[in-house]
């Protein structure tokens, strides 16, 4: 027993040899979390670099495109409405006879309306012979001479710049001294049929409001502005930034490009933006460096102003993502893979294991989400330490999640009520296309047809869109009856509004000529169009034209008569297709033309087919290739012997069948009809 002493370890030598594994455990601790605290950071930073730059451009096109709706909906709707303003022939009448009070008073009293009908209640009319600029707002209601206009002086160039080419409008931000304003002018020019100027006219809105609506900042670190196809800044939310009367200046130094830092960007940026304006609807986001730093841009065209859309975002300003959060991430790996290192180090030490085990039992609590779990450590030592430490932690933590909850709870609260607003947007939008639906049928003579047609017809009708540019028309006296089909150019809303022009042409020329000879009436309805549209020569990139076809059914001769303007007329009988060709031009056409009549007999049993290039046009089959004029006569041929009932289901499932999973191109409408010997225009076959 006495040699037992000498077979236990010494105690110093144990403590000694347990403080020497110590220190080189944490020398060894303090290397290895360095290395992956280090390579942590670095891929970490690269993530988040990376991550914002993304995130960052995204932004940044989500905001030029949310800014170029708006912008589209406010300006374009002024535009539209300045366009009908300068349209107005009390206006022309006026601008050649300024000194005359009737035709003073007759434009002041149509243009009450409209001023009322602007955004800022306010239009400008500028006379080209005499330069008088006169202004109307809700201070003055009525037209009042202000000033005139003087080619020397600066303020006034922007005029004269504007006048020096014919384009139908511009848009200048410009202060005006003399009415005290700084406005966004929106400047229609108003001509003659030669294309000499009468003068400009147009409407403002206030800057400082188009400013705050259109590109009011709506996240920090975005900012969204207006350049024109040179790049200079016709609006910022900054008023210093703005070139005000940009038509007039050839050199600016408020430009996009100004506050780039380098050569290459500028060019990159001057590439992104002529590429944007010929693209016209698509977003190009972008990476520039400025003076100020590294900027996400995105560049959206507004093809209809001449305008595009920058959106900068300065993604060490956006709050994309906090740094914080990431660092907190760092510190709180670090200290749970030095907390690992310990365990395993001190892991056979009495003292050191429970404490170990009630730690790792709250790290497994707070990865389960009970972030309250609180150690509360009386020790002085290393694990009072790092027990306290881990509180602080998940005191943090605890603090962050909450406040992260409470931000992803009202970024979801803004989700659906943007979700709402667009809903309610669409409902809307839809609700007024079907009310222009039913408007456009009213126009369309089917009751007409089915009670007073005194023979057999059919009639397809299939917009491409809820309404479309097509119709047809049918007017019946005893002695002769009168039918027609009319292709508009354009489909959907334009084409629809192009159908109340052709209906209102057609309707004067039925009133002024006699319906026995159709070619007559395509001219008179050809004179009335470009009546009602005098600025189609400075409208070149719309297309305003229409193709007509009209027959002309005489009772006691038993003849047809039809004129076409690009539309023909298709006959079969028995089992004879054939067709009669209309004149190649159409109506409001680029220059007015005279158009042919052509007569053939009424007989039994022949059926007429008036379409339009719709159904002529339309792609399907195997290989995508058009119906055409062959495929129509081939399926005339095969159906040319059954009634008009029976030809109209046959047709719609014809075409359904040749167009398969192809989208419909175009408005098509076919008007069918015949007469057999019991109809009015063949009495002696009745009398019998």
């Given at each position: 027993m006495t040699d037992l002493p000498h077979l236990l370890p010494d105690p110093q030598t144990s403590r000694q040899r347990a403080t020497g594994l110590r220190r080189k455990v944490g020398l060894l601790l303090l290397v290895i979390s360095t290395a992956v605290l280090l390579l942590s950071v670095a891929i970490g930073q690269r993530i988040m670099r990376d991550l914002t730059t993304d995130l960052s451009l995204r932004l940044a096109v989500a905001e030029a495109e949310l800014t170029r709706e708006k912008i589209q909906a406010l300006v374009g709707r002024e535009l539209a409405m300045a366009q009908r303003f300068a349209g107005l022939s009390a206006l022309v009448d006026w601008l050649l006879k300024e000194q005359e009070a009737p035709a003073r008073t007759r434009f002041l009293a149509e243009a009450a309306g409209f001023r009322q009908a602007f955004a800022d209640q306010s239009y400008f009319v500028i006379h080209h012979r005499t330069l008088a600029y006169y202004y109307a707002d809700p201070k003055s209601p009525s037209a009042r001479y202000r000033y005139t206009l003087d080619p020397t002086k600066g303020d006034d160039k922007w005029y004269f710049s504007t006048?020096?080419?014919?384009?139908?409008?511009?848009?200048?931000?410009?202060?005006?001294?003399?009415?005290?304003?700084?406005?966004?002018?929106?400047?229609?020019?108003?001509?003659?049929?030669?294309?000499?100027?009468?003068?400009?006219?147009?409407?403002?809105?206030?800057?400082?409001g188009f400013l705050k609506t259109m590109l009011a900042p709506r996240s920090a670190g975005a900012m969204s502005f207006i350049v024109d196809a040179q790049g200079r800044i016709v609006a910022h939310p900054d008023p210093e930034r703005i070139e005000y009367g940009a038509m007039g200046k050839h050199d600016s130094s408020r430009t996009v490009f100004s506050e780039l830092s380098e050569d290459l960007d500028r060019e990159t940026l001057a590439t992104t933006l002529a590429e944007t304006r010929r693209r016209g609807t698509d977003v190009n986001p972008l990476q520039v460096a400025t003076l100020s730093g590294t900027r996400m841009m995105a560049l959206a065209h507004l093809p209809e102003l001449g305008w595009t859309v920058v959106s900068s975002v300065n993604p060490a300003a956006a709050g994309i993502l906090s740094a914080d959060i990431v660092n907190l991430a760092l510190v709180g790996g670090a200290m749970i893979l030095i907390l690992v290192i310990l365990t395993l180090t001190i892991g056979f030490d009495r003292l050191v294991l429970r404490p170990l085990q009630m730690l790792t039992e709250s790290a497994r609590r707070i990865a389960m989400g009970r972030y309250e779990t609180r150690l509360q450590s009386s020790r002085n030592d290393e694990i009072g330490a790092l027990s306290r430490a881990f509180d602080s932690m998940a005191s943090q933590?605890?603090?962050?999640?909450?406040?992260?909850?409470?931000?992803?709870?009202?970024?979801?609260?803004?989700?659906q009520a943007t979700h709402t607003q667009l809903t309610d947007t669409h409902r809307q939008l839809t609700e007024s296309i079907r009310y222009a639906s039913l408007i456009q049928r009213v126009i369309l003579p089917d009751r007409q047809l089915s009670e007073r047609l005194r023979g057999q017809y059919f009639v397809v009708?299939?917009?491409?869109?809820?309404?479309?540019?097509?119709?047809?028309?049918?007017?019946?006296?005893?002695?002769?009856?009168?039918?027609?089909?009319?292709?508009?150019?354009?489909?959907?809303?334009?084409g629809a509004f192009m159908t109340m022009i052709a209906h209102a042409a057609l309707e004067r020329a039925i009133l002024e000529q006699d319906w026995s000879n159709p070619a007559a009436l395509l001219e008179s309805a050809d004179r009335a169009v470009r009546t009602m549209m005098p600025d189609t020569k400075r409208l070149e990139r719309l297309a305003t034209s229409m193709d007509i076809g009209l027959c002309y059914v005489e009772w006691e001769s038993r003849k047809v008569h039809f004129a076409g303007a690009h539309i023909d007329l298709f006959t079969a009988r028995?089992?004879?297709?054939?067709?009669?060709?209309?004149?190649?031009?159409?109506?409001?056409?680029?220059?007015s033309r005279s158009f042919t009549c052509r007569t053939v007999d009424l007989e039994p049993g022949t059926v007429f087919y008036l379409v339009t290039d719709g159904i002529l046009d339309q792609s399907g089959g195997e290989r995508g290739l058009p119906f055409?004029?062959?495929?129509?006569?081939?399926?005339?041929?095969?159906?040319?012997?059954?009634?008009?009932?029976?030809?109209?289901?046959?047709?719609?499932?014809?075409?359904?069948?040749?167009?398969?999973?192809?989208?419909q191109r175009d408005d098509i409408t076919i008007l069918a009809f015949c007469f057999d010997s019991s109809s009015p225009a063949f009495p002696e076959e009745t009398v019998s």
């Open positions: 006048m020096d080419h014919a384009i139908p409008y511009t848009l200048n931000v410009n202060p005006d001294a003399t009415l005290k304003v700084t406005n966004l002018w929106i400047n229609v020019q108003v001509r003659n049929a030669a294309g000499i100027p009468l003068g400009l006219v147009g409407t403002g809105m206030q800057l400082d933590v605890q603090s962050h999640t909450r406040e992260l909850e409470q931000r992803v709870a009202e970024r979801t609260r803004e989700l009708w299939h917009p491409r869109d809820v309404v479309g540019g097509d119709f047809y028309l049918y007017r019946e006296r005893s002695e002769d009856c009168l039918f027609g089909v009319i292709d508009c150019a354009g489909h959907g809303v334009p028995g089992t004879e297709v054939g067709y009669i060709r209309g004149d190649r031009g159409g109506i409001n056409d680029r220059r055409g004029r062959t495929g129509f006569e081939n399926w005339i041929q095969a159906h040319c012997g059954l009634p008009l009932t029976a030809q109209e289901k046959a047709l719609a499932t014809s075409l359904e069948e040749y167009r398969g999973t192809h989208p």
